[in-house]
């Protein structure tokens, strides 16, 4: 029985042995894969740090972004103006580009005094700015077939009528009168010869004009005669008042045309501008008009600042002068629709008296900047 036992359990163990010998090599086999699956992921891992960072693309900006802003545009701007009220309206530009506290590059020519002597350098363009009078704008845009274009106005009428005594209250009061003026075949003559028009009266029958080379001869007469009467520009006037005792001003002609309500103010002097350079710099033309708009705001609001600068520049030989001139230069600003308007109106009265006055014709609407 004892026998029987020992050989089952010898049996017994034999089967048991017999079966992990079996199981070992699928127990390795499967330790050796689950080792192989962990390098694997090892292998994986750092593979995977290994891999450069790929930067995403930067998101386009939405289509109603804002525009970066515009550079600068360091163009060179050369600007003329005649001595007189056309410069004086440009005195606060001209101290700030000294001092360069401006925007725009600008380069200022040597003062002119002779009107006629922009028609060259605006046609070759020499000037890429002007300040001239309005007719002349006329004239220079009909000779360039439509080279230039006005940006604005300048100043309003700057002519009074002025004598030594009491007799002128009136424009028809100057039947009879010897009148001594200058500006034969300009904006002088025509003014003139309309507000005479209207008053009544026949310019070159009931008026004894005498035509002078210029206010320094015209001066002379006033010296010499004391019953003479003179038509004559600012700031010339309050200048000849302070020379000659009891000169005055008898008419504000500027007053005299709009009294007449006929739907338009003199316009003397205007600012224009190459039409090439406009169109190839637009934003300086932006900038120059709010530069030009603050400078005779300036001018117009503290005279005595102002005459200080036009002294400086020579425009006026004294500011005590050029302070009690200014309000009679009338410097006004005015632009796009409002500056068409009165200023169409004016070149037309000049076409009527002399079509020759404004170039032959009238200008056509690009004549008058608008943006």
């Known amino acids: 029985m004892k026998k029987r036992i020992v050989a089952l359990v010898l049996s017994l163990a034999l089967c048991g042995l017999t079966a992990c010998a079996e199981d070992k090599p699928a127990a390795e086999e499967k330790l050796q894969t ?37 550079e600068a545009d360091e163009t060179e701007v050369r600007v003329g103006a005649m001595s007189g009220p056309t410069a004086m309206s440009m005195v606060k530009i001209m101290d700030d580009a000294e001092n360069g506290n401006t925007t725009v590059n600008y380069m200022f020519s040597e003062l002119m005094t002779d009107a006629s002597a922009f028609v060259a350098p605006l046609t070759k363009g020499e000037l890429d700015i002007a300040c001239i009078p309005s007719n002349l704008a006329s004239v220079i845009y009909n000779k360039t077939e439509g080279g230039i274009e006005v940006l604005a106005t300048c100043n309003l009428g700057v002519l009074n ?27 002088p003559e025509y003014t003139v010869r ?12 009931d008026l004894s004009v005498t035509w002078c080379a210029d206010t320094t001869e015209a001066l002379s ?29 008898a008419l504000d002609l500027n007053s005299e045309w709009d009294s007449l309500d006929n739907g338009c103010s003199i316009i003397t002097g205007v600012v224009v501008v190459r039409k090439e350079f406009a169109n190839e710099h637009p934003q300086i033309i932006r900038d120059f008009l709010k530069d030009y708009e603050a400078s ?60 020759a006055s404004v170039g032959g014709s009238l200008p056509a609407d690009d004549f008058y900047y608008t943006e």
């Open 221 to 249: 007469y006033i010296n010499a005669d004391e019953n003479a009467v003179a038509v004559l520009p600012q700031p010339f006037v309050t200048a000849a008042c302070a020379q000659v005792e009891g000169l005055r001003v």
């Open 296 to 355: 005779i705001e300036f001018a117009n609001t503290d005279a005595e600042a102002a005459a200080a600068l036009i002294e400086k520049y020579g425009i006026v030989a004294k500011a005590a002068i050029a302070q009690k001139a200014l309000p009679g230069c009338n410097l006004s600003f005015k632009s796009g629709n409002e500056m068409k308007e009165t200023l169409s109106g004016y070149l037309g009265v000049l076409f009527e008296q002399n079509p």
């Open 161 to 187: 009528v002025v004598e030594r005594g009491e007799s002128i209250n009136s424009i028809s009061d100057l039947s009879g009168k010897t009148v001594y003026m200058t500006g034969q075949g300009a904006v």
């Open 34 to 70: 689950e080792s192989t699956e962990i390098v694997d992921d090892s292998s994986k891992e750092e593979t995977a740090e290994a891999e450069p960072v790929i930067e995403e693309p930067a998101a386009e900006e939405p289509e109603d972004a804002e525009p970066a802003e515009e």
């Open 194 to 205: 309309y507000l005479v028009s209207q008053s009544g009266l026949d310019f070159d029958k």
